[in-house]
């Protein structure tokens, strides 16, 4: 991170209160708001421009309220930004957060009432600014919840089940072993376990890793 | 029924071949006993004995076409009535008989009138027939027993008579003032009955006029001749041949016509039953007319049919009707048919004759009505059908619209500004924690929790109203998703190319949901399937289970939910469910049905 410069972030979302609301909550945490606007369009304007390290923006937009945000962020790619994007959405729906995934490194996908945990929200948007994936834990609750008969996950450890939660929701194994108390070495030790008992290849990118999880946990 | 039906007739051609042998014999009997200077003429003795003959022929045509046994056996009854006055001669010497016999001899004309009288139902049908029937026999028996008590061998004109046995005392004039007195009724009573008989008849109906006026005619010759016969009889003259004659035709011709009336009354019955059938099988406008012609025997008859788009009448073929059919003058009548309700349905042009035979109108009225309101019931259940779907189906797509505008207001607003109210919660906790306020951002902080436990409900909630992910990624998105929720695993295969329209979708989700709820709830089952296939333009839907089946579509508001949903989109449901194997849900939903219109 470029502690000498401040994270320059845009914001896109249709609710004024909310844009206002989130531009206060991340210039709270350090993080410069370069731009508010309305709509996934406009958005995309700000960052042709350039100048902005990350965005943030509401999936449901005008004009149509169904996946705006999601629309944007594959413009974005399209178009060859890589800027860290962090997607808000009212629902967890892990459908979008494989969307989201799939879009490429540098993004994220959390519950909108995240906003309310300031560490949470600026955190993120750090990690997508750094190439790094977020999902939120509920979209990983969710998908982990799913059950089957012959449910692979039953394969797993209750720690190398707390681990792959972890890992879905994109954090790194530096995060792992910081948020689970644990070692380094010791979670990629585990790592290593899951990805075999899994049948996973592991990535040399971060949030292929991630959609991979993300993946096989929706298609479980 | 066949054995009683033979026996029955069997039994009345044995009586009616015996009264005939009776009668003939003692016509012929008598006349051989006349000595040949008090013999009448052989042609009028002749046509004097024919008269019986008739009677009993109309008796056997009457015991079949007759609403009643009455006319048929009054008829018979006249037949032996007829006896007593040709036979003198020949029971003349018989003192116990010939008094009975005198005492009856003007019996059959009390018979005469009441077949008149029970013409044409078979009995007697007001209270007006009975009294006259009652009068005539009462002066029958007084003049019975006054014969009987009083009468002396001069009581017939034939020199033939023994002593009266039964005479009590010899008083002539009284004998005479009984026996012209109840020829004097009899006549009067004839009378009375021609008039009443005229008078139905100018009211009845023209066709039954043009047959039945045999009845009156013959009943007034017969009564006139009756009254001249009394006369003669008072007068103590004899009575001319003339009259004679024409009084035994006159007689003749009651039960002829009594017959021929019927008959006719029948025929005509028959010909309105045509009428019904024809227009109950659903016959065209234009043979309606013409059986119509037919039954009215009116050539003349015209049908002109409301046109309800043009607001007009016109004929089967369309040609409306002109301004001179509409008013008729003179010849012919506008008959209106409506229905029930007024409602106008067709003009019927007909002769102007026709409109005294309102009875025979008002039943083709009937049938015109009957058959137009079928036509416009069916086709009016037909629309009302329709109505009643397209309703149904703006209904359903009303519901659909109203959860989804209810899931973007609660996202829009209230999850919108829960969230707002959450993050600036937070800003406060915050505040407070920097100013060292730690029982407050305590407060605040657990607020906020408390908050996005709120929140997630309500998410529950919203989702549950209308998935955004249905709206946005369609079936292919929504039911994995949908399938992932359902406690029982589940096993998802989705095939539907692009997006399908709203409405089918919509409905496809929430069958699916009600389905897999089934599956969770009821079914016991470890595994489930569910299977959304667009196969020839439809849509197929089918959830299975390994449950313990004995699902029903009657048992349980959950199937009675999906069946409904399904219905609306004029789709088709199938359960399978044995008990013990399981339960399969398919449910077929046409793309291209009602929706797409």
Not at chain 2, 375 to 382: T, Y
Request: glycine share 8%; charged share 20%; proline share 5%.
């Amino acid at each position: 991170m470029n502690d000498a410069r401040p994270l320059r972030v845009a914001i896109a979302d249709d609710a004024l209160l909310l844009r206002e609301g989130i531009a206060k909550v991340l210039e709270g945490g350090g993080i410069d708001v370069v731009a508010s606007v309305g709509t996934g369009d406009e958005l995309l304007e700000v960052v042709r421009r350039g100048g902005i390290d990350a965005a943030v923006l509401d999936i449901r937009m005008p004009p149509t309220y169904r996946d705006e945000g999601i629309a944007a962020l594959e413009a974005m790619r399209a178009e060859g930004s890589t800027i860290g994007v962090l997607l808000l959405s009212m629902y967890a729906t892990p459908e979008y957060a494989l969307r989201v995934m799939g879009a490429g490194s540098g993004t994220g996908y959390l519950l909108k009432e995240r906003v309310s945990e300031p560490q949470t929200l600026v955190r993120a948007i750090e990690t997508v600014a750094s190439g790094g994936s977020v999902v939120d834990p509920e979209v990983v609750e969710q998908l982990v919840k799913r059950t089957r008969a012959d449910d692979p996950l039953s394969r797993l450890t209750e720690r190398e089940r707390s681990v792959l939660e972890l890992m879905a929701q994109g954090y790194s194994n530096g995060g792992i072993a910081q948020t689970l108390f644990l070692g380094l070495k010791t979670v990629e030790t585990h790592v290593r376990s899951i990805l075999q008992k899994l049948d996973l290849e592991e990535s040399p990118e971060h949030h292929r890793r991630v959609l991979a999880v993300l993946t096989l946990l929706g298609e479980r | 029924m066949a054995p009683g039906r033979k026996g029955r007739i069997a039994r009345r051609t044995a009586v009616i071949v015996v009264v005939v042998a009776l009668s003939l014999w003692m016509e012929v009997a008598g006349y051989v006993a006349t000595p040949t200077s008090e013999r009448l003429e052989v042609s009028y003795t002749t046509l004097h004995a024919i008269v019986p003959l008739v009677f009993a022929a109309c008796a056997g045509i009457a015991w079949r076409i007759s609403p009643t046994r009455v006319p048929a056996r009054l008829m018979i009854a006249f037949v032996v009535l007829w006896i007593p006055q040709s036979i003198y001669y020949v029971i003349g010497g018989i003192d116990w008989l010939w008094p009975i016999v005198r005492g009856v001899d003007l019996w059959w004309a009390v018979i005469a009138g009441i077949l008149v009288l029970v013409y044409p139902k078979g009995f007697l049908s007001d209270r007006f027939d009975r009294w006259i029937a009652g009068i005539a026999l009462g002066a029958s028996v007084v003049n019975l027993l006054g014969v009987l008590l009083l009468a002396s061998p001069d009581a017939v004109p034939c020199d033939c008579l023994s002593p009266n046995p039964y005479q009590v005392v010899d008083a002539p004039t009284v004998f005479a003032a009984i026996d012209v007195g109840y020829r004097l009724v009899g006549v009067i009573l004839a009378l009375v009955i021609a008039g009443r008989l005229l008078v139905r008849w100018v009211r009845a109906s023209v066709p039954a006029r043009t047959v039945a006026f045999l009845m009156p005619l013959a009943l007034f010759a017969w009564a006139i001749t009756l009254a001249a016969q009394a006369v003669t009889y008072a007068a103590a003259t004899t009575a001319d041949t003339v009259l004679n004659t024409v009084s035994l035709i006159a007689i003749a011709s009651i039960p002829v016509s009594f017959d021929a009336g019927v008959a006719h009354a029948r025929n005509m019955r028959a010909r309105v039953a045509d009428l019904m059938r024809i227009t109950r099988e659903g016959a065209d406008r234009g043979l309606w007319a013409e059986s119509l012609a037919r039954t009215l025997r009116d050539a003349s008859v015209r049908v002109y049919w409301w046109d309800e788009e043009r607001g007009r009448y016109a004929d089967a073929a369309g040609e409306p009707i002109d301004a001179a059919d509409a008013n008729p003058r003179g010849s012919h009548s506008i008959l209106p048919v409506a229905s029930p309700l007024g409602a106008p349905i067709a003009l019927i042009r007909h002769d102007r004759v026709l409109t005294d035979n309102m009875r025979l109108l008002d039943g083709v009225s009937s049938a015109l009505r009957l058959s137009v309101d079928n036509g416009r019931l069916r086709s009016e259940i037909e629309r009302t059908l329709e109505q009643v779907r397209q309703s149904r189906q703006r209904i359903v797509e009303a519901g659909v619209e109203a959860r989804r505008r209810i899931e973007r207001d609660l996202h829009d607003g209230a999850q919108q500004q829960l969230v707002s109210l959450g993050m600036r919660l937070r800003l406060a906790a915050n505040a407070a924690r920097d100013t060292d306020e730690l029982q407050l951002a305590t407060e605040l902080e657990s607020t906020i929790t408390m908050l996005n436990q709120a929140l997630r409900e309500l998410r529950e909630l919203a989702h549950g109203i209308h998935p955004s992910l249905l709206s946005s990624g369609g079936l292919a998105l929504a039911v994995p998703e949908l399938a992932g929720r359902c406690p029982v695993p589940v096993v998802v295969d989705v095939q539907a190319e692009g997006r399908l329209p709203e409405l089918i979708e919509s409905t496809a989700y929430f069958v699916l949901a009600e389905a897999l709820a089934n599956v969770a709830k009821h079914s016991g089952a470890s595994r489930a399937w569910v299977r959304a296939h667009v196969v020839d333009e439809e849509l197929l839907l089918v959830v299975r289970d390994n449950g313990t089946g004995g699902a029903s579509l009657d048992a349980g508001t959950g199937m009675l939910g999906i069946a409904d949903r399904v219905d609306a989109v004029g789709g088709t449901l199938e359960l399978e469910s044995p008990p013990g194997a399981g339960t399969t849900l398919t449910a077929r939903i046409p793309l291209g049905g009602p929706l797409s219109a």
